[in-house]
């Protein structure tokens, strides 16, 4: 997957959140992180998941952080460049969609094709010191991402919130389920998808209010 530019969409909603101070400190401390320590993923693609039209996003997946082993993390949530190793929570991702509608199982980890059909692949954290999960939490990201998810809440009619884990789940208050569709299960990491993740059945269940909104269903 090559670089993936920011669409004008978001440019506004961006620029407005890196004005605000939270945010000038967040950049101070990634300043400081690049120059110093191996950070994923690359700078240049931090914000890949904003690749999309904001006008086409019907479908929203929380993560955790990103993948932090040497050239896995892409800037889109749980995807990897095409031709590295699928991760196993992709693995087990993967496991899901085959056994709830019956898609093959790909080869390739790069979720793109799924973000060009307006699913937002958004981390808690957009960052990650190599090697090290969760090195980031508590730096200014989970801010930003609240306030994506309280705009699209806000601003778009009909979303489906896909939240897998405790870091994802924890946003539901932010959503409006009189208007959108909350699905939550287990994290699909190895040490969690036998707690709700296996049968949670989350692809067929979107697909499925999708079609009810008269929206397309994602080609999983």
């Known amino acids: 997957m090559s670089k993936l530019e920011v669409h004008d969409s978001w440019r506004a909603i961006l620029g407005g959140e890196f004005e605000q101070a939270y945010f000038r400190e967040l950049s101070k401390f990634l300043h400081q992180e690049y120059a110093n320590k191996v950070i994923y993923p690359p700078r240049e693609q931090v914000f890949s998941a904003f690749a999309c039209d904001i006008s086409k996003v019907r479908v929203v997946i929380i993560g955790q952080d990103p993948y932090h082993g040497p050239g896995q993390a892409n800037g889109l949530a749980f995807s990897v460049h095409s031709g590295v190793a699928i991760p196993p929570s992709l693995r087990n991702i993967f496991k899901e969609i085959h056994d709830d509608i019956g898609a093959p199982i790909p080869n390739s980890g790069d979720l793109t094709r799924w973000a060009k059909q307006g699913v937002l692949l958004l981390n808690n954290t957009l960052t990650v010191e190599a090697h090290l999960a969760g090195s980031h939490r508590g730096h200014g990201w989970e801010t930003f991402t609240q306030h994506i998810i309280e705009y699209l809440n806000a601003n778009s009619d009909h979303l489906v919130f ?12 932010l959503i409006d389920t009189k208007k959108h569709l909350v699905i939550e299960s287990a994290h699909p990491s190895p040490l969690s998808a036998h707690n709700g993740f296996f049968g949670s059945k989350c692809f067929s269940r979107c697909n499925m ?3 009810k909104w008269g929206k ?5």
Do not use: N, T
């Not at 897998?164 to 208050?173: H, L, Q, Y």
């Not at 397309?216 to 999983?220: D, H, V």
């Open 162 to 173: 896909i939240l897998w884990g405790r870091d994802a789940r924890s946003k539901k208050p």
């Open 209 to 211: 209010q999708l079609k």
């Open 216 to 220: 397309e269903p994602i080609s999983w």
